[in-house]
């Protein structure tokens, strides 16, 4: 079981708490974690990642285990807490704008 | 007993505005999808529970919102999961997808603001126009440049790619915010018939539903550009038409107010007595098709009214002869703009005139604009005003 952490204008375009829990087939990597998530949640699609380059949305950045995930392969393993459920993943918003 | 629903896009949400016909008693519900950008808000005119809203924001993106009871509940079309048609395949919803059409119009590049060229890129829909005979089709004014069509009730987007194939692309450009495509008007006469405006490029009609487009730009002059009575590159701020008499448009550019008699294919200035002819907004009495109505904006460098007072200028000659209406609207110390999507007109006896303001304001004048009174006074930055008149 993924744990994955939404900002507070995705949690209400999904209809959902801050947290939600996703299972994932195969390896935990960001890609699989969001391929998860919007197939549960597919008002999420376009929202996260860009429709067409699947490429993080500029002022979005992920996060877990105290560590800024954002730069890393979409592709690369999530670290184990993650994957265990232990840690969240987390989808943020960076502070910009009013 | 006649009611109006007046649909208000803002900066930080939308909010619906309801009255009976007399207009001066309302109820304000909102905000929905408070903190969202909501660009704008429109009715079906076949069916009025119908309502498609554009929702965006720097964060997340462009979403379509639609509402089947008037405004109580909203849902984005196309988005409720679905089981993979093959293994490993994601379910495919569109309702937020908008994907120029390369293969059809390959893609171009654009003038930039410092003349370069530039790659289109979608980053919002500012205009929805539901179909005029058909609650389902929509059209999709979007920036960068260019129009999309969902007959589906926006579950899915399609662009109509021969406008943005038209082969002018290069010679469009961004205005200050942004080039994008804001007005749509759909004649109702002739259902191959479609108006459409982009700041910084032009008006454009196609009379074959969107095949082909023709620029619509002969006899505007603007002094801001290299060629000041160039076929593309003007900065149009919205033009409007009543429906009564096709054909008839007015248009407020970046600077002049003007009129065309024959569908666009000639323009003359009508900016008369107007004491700026700068401004955004203008639209046409649901009655006369020559009374019209303008809110002159100081400058392109001081996005406010004029001489601080607010006041909405009527023209009943079609132009030239503008009176200002100022009973019920701030004469002093009011520094507000109004954005080019944010007046509406609606169909009572008296014509019922809502506009909304930088400053939150919606104000209404339930007497063709002899008298105005706000609606509401403390809203965030309203974006766009539509209005629809409910049996």
């Known amino acids: ?98 | 007993m006649s009611k109006v629903r007046v649909l208000v896009g803002t900066r930080k949400g939308a909010f619906i505005l309801e009255s009976d016909g007399k207009r001066d008693q309302w109820e304000i519900s909102g905000p929905h999808f408070a903190g969202w950008e909501m660009y704008h808000v429109k009715g079906s005119p076949v069916d009025p529970n119908r309502i498609y809203a554009s929702q965006t924001s720097g964060w997340f993106g462009q979403m379509i919102q639609r509402s089947d009871d008037g405004g109580k509940t909203w849902h984005q079309p196309g988005v409720e999961p679905a089981p993979p048609t093959e293994p490993g395949q994601m379910p495919k919803p569109g309702s937020n997808k908008f994907v120029y059409d390369a293969a059809a119009a390959p893609m171009t590049t654009h003038q930039w603001y410092d003349g370069t060229q530039h790659p289109w890129e979608f980053k919002r829909v500012w205009h929805l126009e539901p179909s005029l005979n058909d609650r389902d089709t929509v059209y999709a004014g979007v920036e960068d440049a260019a129009l999309f069509h969902s007959t589906d009730g926006a579950v899915s987007w399609q662009e109509l790619p021969g406008l943005r194939g038209h082969g002018t692309g290069p010679k469009w450009q961004p205005g200050a915010g942004g080039m994008c495509l804001h007005t749509i008007i759909l004649d109702p006469s002739d259902p191959k018939r479609i108006y459409i405006a982009i700041s910084a490029a032009g008006a454009f009609r196609t009379d074959d539903g969107g095949k082909s487009w023709k620029p619509i730009n002969k006899g505007l002059y603007s002094k801001y550009i290299p060629n000041p009575t160039a076929e593309i590159g003007h900065c149009v701020h919205h033009v409007a038409m009543n429906p009564k008499r096709p054909g008839l448009l007015f248009m407020q550019k970046h600077w002049d107010v003007m009129r065309s008699d024959d569908a666009g294919d000639n323009w003359k200035e009508v900016s008369g007595n107007l004491p700026t002819d700068f401004g955004f907004v203008i639209d046409v009495n649901a009655h006369e098709p020559e009374t019209v109505y303008v809110i002159p904006i100081k400058s392109d460098s001081e996005h406010f009214v004029h001489e601080g007072k607010l006041r909405v200028f009527r023209s009943r000659s079609g132009g030239n002869e503008w009176e200002p209406l100022t009973k019920g609207l701030p004469q002093k110390d009011c520094y507000v703009n109004v954005l080019r999507d944010a007046m509406a007109v609606d169909s009572l006896d008296k014509c019922g005139i809502y506009f909304g303001t930088t400053g939150g304001q919606v104000y209404c004048s339930n007497n063709a604009g002899d008298s105005w009174a706000p609606i509401v006074h403390d809203l965030p930055a309203v974006l766009s005003v539509e209005v629809q008149t409910l049996q």
């Open chain 1, 1 to 98: 079981m993924i744990r994955v952490i939404l900002p507070y204008h995705l949690r209400n375009l999904a209809h959902v708490g801050e947290e939600v829990t996703l299972e994932v087939d195969g390896a935990v990597t960001q890609r699989s974690v969001l391929d998860a998530l919007e197939a549960r949640y597919p008002m999420l699609q376009g929202a996260i990642r860009d429709h067409i380059t699947q490429q993080r949305r500029p002022f979005l950045r992920f996060f877990a285990c105290e560590e800024d995930l954002s730069h890393e392969s979409p592709d690369a393993p999530l670290p184990e807490a993650v994957a265990s459920g232990k840690e969240p993943f987390i989808v943020i918003g960076a502070i910009a704008g009013g």
